[in-house]
């Protein structure tokens, strides 16, 4: 579904210029839960944006199915974007001032979805999620994991065909943790794609193939036996 | 989409419940102070555009030649003998009605009676101005000679009913009219010369005066207005005046014009006879004045908003993220700031409510608010659109620029060089106009000092001023005889005009040693009996006072420092001068005296001795009474001699006050909006040092953990706004410099802009922002760190 050639990205300040990527290429096929690993600083996280279409890389190519969608203007992009992507934070990134449903309302809204419909696509997610009684509940009243849950109800309700998840444990403990690594998996045996940016081996374990960076470069690709023989 | 953008403004508003009060506070007394001065500059500037002829109706200027040649003075004034004439020659004048300006005169019903200001006028003055009959009709009203017109207040105090038709009134104590029409009260912004109480027809003017029944082109006591054809060409039609003119009078020396009559008000400044502004600079001033209260609001809500930008930029980026586009983000802040605006203007109106009537009192006029005219509303929506549009534009293209990972990873970096850059020069303007309106009423202030410190040349203390009416002007020796037995009074005189108030020029004076043909510069001449400098408290400088021990003082003739320059009189007392082709012995030479204006040096003047014929009478009170004895014997005797009138005392100091009325109403309002720029300019910095330091809290609490004391965290706050306040002073004290004195400029008589002004404007400023600044640093600065560090 994803082919991503010769893809490059160099930031620019005054007084250095830093290559986060160097020529990637990576391909990712439609039902696929891949991870991207690698340390600080290796270009993961800007890959990502860049798959999501939330930043410019300075050459290559990128093409989603058959689209390429590099040479898309600002627009383009954001309708792309609304459309096909989904979103998950490391830090949740939810309103403030926006209560759990109303935060999850949110992307339909932006999809011109009506509001009845509306209304039904996120209770049902809610109900999904399991989180029915937060639902009138504000960000700052909930736990890390719960406001991860919202945070993933809302890349999900507009059912996106790629989900991009960046370090989504990252500010959670184990346990809920692993409760929304468990929530990605079901969403990537319902067929949703999902791209993961991790430290964790542990959360890449969950995917089906594990993709190493370091310094711009892929240098390891590990398919995930254990999963892959369970998708089969 | 809207409901949830407006549900994200409200909260939002909510949770910072400080800035969003100072925001909306701010904007609302902004807001206020602007509809205020709107009010204010509408009141001026539908003066006398009433009716719905006023944009033709014209009105006949007299030009005073001077001896340069050029226009002396222009003045709304005209002769009786030309009106006939205009209305009979030109076609394109539709009506014309000769009338005289207005005058006190007594009216009452029985024992009812009143002073009020009362006007003649030809019967086509009715379709001049569209005056609403409660009672009575156009076309009947002025039929009758002896029948009078008179205003619902008049109707009200006379007979406390507006049913009064056929009713009798008696005028002056000599006449009874008619009530022919109650029409309602006049607007309180129409012209003096029209705002009358009752009008009389001019028929009855040609019985009881007979200057105004004989056609002459001497006397310039009355005035001319006609109403010309919508499609008249006006310059033809001052063609046609001039000639009217020449061919009817063989020495033009004091050729009319013609000028629209609602324009009066506002352009009635004329020079070489030519119209050069006049109060509509003022009102220039006063509009500049609303929209930069308005504007020093805005930019405190700019401030704010791009203040807060870091926190909503979180906001933007997720929205971003998930679908929103520029256009939307633009929209919904936008949005936020129209609601806001929309609430400051619902406080605005209340605010103007509630302080209108101060203000009216404050300024002496009457204004209302229009609420059910569309164009006020039609003004008022415009007014929140544009604020909403130009508070909400910064932040609303600002924030929705915002990349969203640039919001999203890191905090927002350095919020932009070009954002600070924009919030410092905002607060740097703020500050240039607080410290320009500071300075503006501090000069406006000095000048009003130095106006009125000027010396008078007459001792207005205890001197006291009434009209010589009725009965007084044939007993007016027995008046003077009781009055000075009485001990009430020193002394007292009769004068042809006011002291204050001088009304008589004129060019036919001759004298010995006289070196040009015929005589150039404008006198003033003034009838007065005896004791006049004594009386008045004038400075004689040679010579006497008129006196009774001379018989010859019928042709006696006081003259004034400036007269005997004029004339180049080095020892004036014992010369001829020759006025009107009468000869007058000079005996007395006094020093120049303030009338009319302070601001100007008068015209040169003499005092003729008169008997009768005067109209004025101002007294010395005797000072080793309480002025409230005296005016009791003064009104008592007044009353006893001349009953039919109420009696009427002026205090001659209150009078001169007046003459400084214009400059007094500038003064409160330069004061009064000058207070409120600053105090909303401060109420911004509040609200900027506030969330500064709110933003800032864990930065305090690491600084304070680590000994940093209250004063270096103050330091740290306060000097960046400090900082700010000093650039705006470097560039708004030579700005007001120049603009003040340009102002000062004006008046013949004005102090200068003394160098202290500068550093006290500019040391106030400082000061108030200190205080501002402080205490929002001091609050933070003191703070728990534990507090502040706990969250995270």
């Known amino acids: 579904m994803i082919k991503i050639e010769n893809l490059e990205k160099v930031y620019k300040t005054e007084e250095i210029e830093t290559t986060a990527l160097n020529g990637i290429n990576l391909h990712v096929k439609e039902g696929e839960f891949v991870s991207i690993m690698g340390p600080s600083g290796c270009g993961k996280s800007t890959l990502l944006n860049v798959m999501g279409l939330l930043d410019k890389p300075e050459s290559g190519s990128y093409k989603f199915v058959d689209t390429e969608l590099l040479t898309l203007n600002d627009r383009e992009r954001s309708n792309f974007r609304k459309r096909n992507m989904g979103f998950v934070f490391q830090n949740f990134n939810l309103i403030d001032e926006l209560t759990v449903f109303e935060n999850i309302e949110l992307p339909l809204i932006y999809n011109k979805v009506p509001a009845t419909e509306r209304k039904k696509l996120v209770n049902e997610i809610i109900g999904r999620m399991n989180i029915v009684n937060r639902s009138g509940h504000f960000p700052q009243q909930l736990s890390g994991g719960q406001q991860q849950r919202v945070a993933v109800a809302r890349a999900l309700v507009t059912k996106p065909k790629l989900v991009l998840a960046d370090e989504p444990t990252g500010n959670l403990d184990s346990t809920h943790g692993n409760e929304v690594m468990e929530l990605l998996c079901e969403l990537n045996e319902t067929g949703t794609t999902i791209v993961m940016v991790t430290h964790s081996s542990h959360d890449a374990s969950f995917s089906n193939r594990i993709i190493n960076l370091k310094d711009g470069h892929v240098i390891s690709e590990k398919i995930n036996k254990g999963r892959t023989e369970e998708l089969i | ?792």
């Open chain 2, 1 to 792: 989409m809207f409901k949830l953008n407006i549900k994200i403004a409200l909260r939002n508003l909510w949770k910072n419940k400080t800035s969003s009060f100072i925001n909306v506070i701010g904007l609302a007394i902004g807001l206020a102070a602007c509809l205020m001065l709107l009010v204010y500059v509408s009141y001026e500037w539908n003066f006398d555009k009433h009716g719905k002829n006023s944009a033709n109706l014209y009105t006949v200027m007299t030009n005073i030649p001077g001896d340069d040649g050029k226009i002396f003075k222009t003045f709304e004034g005209s002769t009786t003998a030309l009106g006939p004439l205009l209305k009979a020659e030109i076609p394109e004048i539709k009506h014309l009605a000769r009338m005289n300006y207005l005058k006190k005169g007594l009216i009452a019903v029985g024992e009812n009676s009143f002073k009020k200001l009362g006007k003649f006028a030809e019967p086509e003055i009715l379709k001049l101005f569209d005056y609403e009959f409660i009672e009575g009709n156009a076309a009947t009203a002025m039929q009758n000679p002896k029948s009078i017109i008179i205003t619902k207040s008049t109707a009200d105090a006379l007979f406390g009913s507006t049913n009064v038709l056929n009713r009798v009134v008696r005028y002056q104590d000599m006449e009874d009219l008619t009530v022919s029409a109650v029409i309602k009260d006049l607007p309180d912004n129409t012209s003096a010369t029209l705002k009358f109480d009752y009008l009389m027809p001019w028929a009855f003017y040609e019985m009881v005066d007979a200057d105004a029944k004989s056609l002459n082109w001497g006397n310039f006591s009355y005035v001319t207005m006609f109403l010309l054809d919508s499609q008249a060409d006006i310059v033809k039609v001052s063609e046609k005046v001039d000639k009217v003119v020449k061919t009817h009078l063989n020495q033009a020396t004091q050729p009319y014009s013609i000028y629209q009559f609602n324009k009066l008000h506002l352009y009635g400044k004329f020079e070489n006879g030519v119209s050069v502004g006049g109060d509509i600079e003022q009102i220039y001033l006063f509009v500049g004045l609303a929209f930069g209260i308005l504007m020093i609001a805005c930019i405190n809500f700019m401030n704010m908003a791009t203040a807060k930008s870091e926190k909503r930029a979180k906001e933007v980026g997720i929205k971003k993220t998930i679908g929103a586009n520029r256009i939307s983000l633009i929209t919904q802040f936008l949005t936020e700031s129209m609601v806001l605006t929309l609430a400051a203007v619902v406080l605005a109106i209340a605010m103007l409510e509630i302080f209108l009537p101060t203000f009216n009192q404050l300024l002496g006029i009457k204004m209302d608010i229009f609420y059910f005219s569309a164009s006020s509303w039609a003004g008022i929506l415009g007014i929140v659109l544009a604020t909403g549009l130009i508070a909400g534009s910064y932040p609303a293209f600002y924030l929705s620029s915002f990349s969203p990972i640039q919001t999203l990873r890191k905090k927002i970096q350095g919020k932009g060089y070009f954002s600070i850059s924009l919030r410092q020069v905002l607060v740097v303007g703020q500050f240039c106009f607080a410290i320009l309106l500071i300075i503006s009423t501090l000069v406006i202030y000095r000048q009003l000092q130095y106006v009125k410190n000027r010396p008078l040349g007459v001792n207005i203390n205890a001197l006291i001023e009434i009209p010589q009416e009725g009965a007084l002007k044939d007993r007016y020796e027995l008046y003077k005889e009781k009055l000075l037995r009485s001990g009430a009074i020193t002394s007292i005189n009769n004068t042809s005009t006011k002291l204050s108030h001088h009304n008589s020029n004129f060019l036919d004076i001759r004298w010995d040693g006289m070196t040009q043909e015929r005589n150039l510069t404008i006198f003033n001449q003034v009838r007065a009996g005896y004791d006049f400098t004594k009386t008045n408290g004038i400075k004689l400088i040679s010579g006497r006072d008129f006196s009774k021990q001379f018989a010859s003082d019928t042709s006696a003739i006081l003259i004034s420092a400036s007269a005997a320059k004029v004339m180049n009189l080095k020892n004036p007392i014992g010369e001829t001068i020759t006025i009107h082709e009468e000869k007058y012995n000079v005996v007395g030479l006094f020093d120049d005296y303030v009338w009319d204006t302070p601001y100007k040096s008068n015209s040169p003047m003499v005092v003729m001795f008169a008997d009768k014929y005067t109209s004025f009478i101002t007294m010395r009170l005797n000072t080793a009474n309480s002025i409230q004895q005296n005016i009791e014997a003064v009104s008592k005797i007044t009353k006893e001699l001349n009953p039919a009138y109420p009696v009427e005392i002026s205090f001659v100091d209150d009078v001169y006050a007046e003459l400084l009325q214009k400059e007094k109403t500038l003064g409160i309002l330069s004061n009064l909006f000058g207070g409120l720029a600053i105090f909303v300019s401060c109420l911004g910095l509040f609200g900027l040092v506030a969330y500064s330091a709110e933003q800032r809290t864990k930065e305090f609490g690491v600084r304070k953990v680590l000994g940093a004391s209250v004063a270096n965290l103050m330091q740290l706050l306060s000097v960046s706004f400090i900082k700010m306040i000093v650039v705006a002073i470097v560039i708004a004290t030579p700005l007001s410099y120049y603009a003040m004195g340009k102002w000062l400029a004006k008046f013949e008589y004005h102090t200068e802009i003394s160098w202290w002004i500068i550093p006290v404007a500019g040391f106030a400023t400082l000061t108030m922002a200190l205080i501002t600044v402080s205490f929002q640093a001091y609050k933070s600065a003191k703070a728990n760190p534990v507090d502040a560090l706990k969250y995270e």
